[in-house]
């Protein structure tokens, strides 16, 4: 249990229980997303929103592939 | 291995690669973006929520094998979620000090609405502090206990629990203003 504030709690959960059963809208972006992932393996992936964080982390990938290939 | 299969097993598959982890990867998707979405949403503009959904997955895919408890991976793709959106709150924070006529999200901005339903909730929201609208969608949205949002917010025990004080007190503020000019 929760050592949290007293009345309140049931008021908030209650307040945002329309938040919460917002899930049902949601939209399907499976299609998008394995686009995404499928484009990575070509190294071809250049999503204008493309982070530092995500770039790194291809970078990454892509310099262990060329070691692997001259070896 | 089918749409049903646990996490534990999808992830053990997906971190594989090749098609069969493509496979894996696309059920897993499937199952969490409902509430991935949910949490996104909660927390920034519709359009970007979106885009931070897309990079959550992404992420988490080119990440995979880093995560050692394959069961594990809700809460694991719930911290990157967070992380990506804190992210783009920062980068629009930014952009916003460069064009003050888009500081205020349009699909935010009606509070004619009663305050009662998603998108009124979602005003008060968008105008609180971003930490402590952040803590409140955790908490109330996604119903983590304290534990879990220490987990997924890096934070301590004690520090979890004054946010979220704060962050109702803020959320009442804002809330009252909203309801009684």
Same mark, same amino acid.
């Given at each position: ?67 692997? @290939?001259?070896? | ?6 996490? @534990? ?173």
């Amino acid at each position: 249990m929760d050592d949290l504030d007293e009345g309140s709690e049931g008021w908030f959960h209650s307040l945002f229980m329309s938040l919460r059963d917002e899930a049902h809208e949601v939209t399907d972006d499976l299609l998008p997303i394995m686009t995404r992932i499928r484009s990575n393996y070509t190294g071809r992936y250049a999503h204008p929103s493309l982070d530092g964080f995500v770039a790194r982390i291809m970078l990454g990938i892509f310099g262990d592939r060329r070691r692997n @290939d001259d070896e | 291995m089918d749409a049903s299969s646990s996490d @534990d097993t999808l992830v053990g598959v997906a971190k594989q690669r090749g098609k069969p982890g493509d496979r894996a990867y696309s059920f897993l998707v499937v199952r969490h973006q409902p509430w991935v979405t949910r949490l996104l949403v909660a927390l920034l503009p519709r359009g970007e929520a979106d885009e931070v959904k897309q990079e959550t997955f992404l992420t988490g895919w080119l990440n995979l094998r880093q995560l050692l408890i394959n069961a594990a991976f809700p809460g694991w793709i719930r911290g990157i979620a967070v992380r990506g959106a804190y992210k783009r709150y920062r980068r629009r924070s930014v952009e916003d000090k460069y064009n003050v006529l888009d500081s205020v999200p349009v699909e935010f901005s009606d509070p004619a609405k009663t305050l009662q339903d998603a998108d009124g909730v979602r005003f008060v929201l968008s105008q609180m502090d971003y930490i402590y609208r952040e803590v409140l969608v955790l908490r109330y949205v996604e119903e983590l206990n304290i534990e879990e949002i220490c987990e997924t917010l890096d934070l301590g025990n004690s520090a979890v629990k004054m946010r979220l004080k704060r962050a109702r007190d803020q959320f009442k503020v804002v809330y009252l203003e909203a309801t009684h000019g």
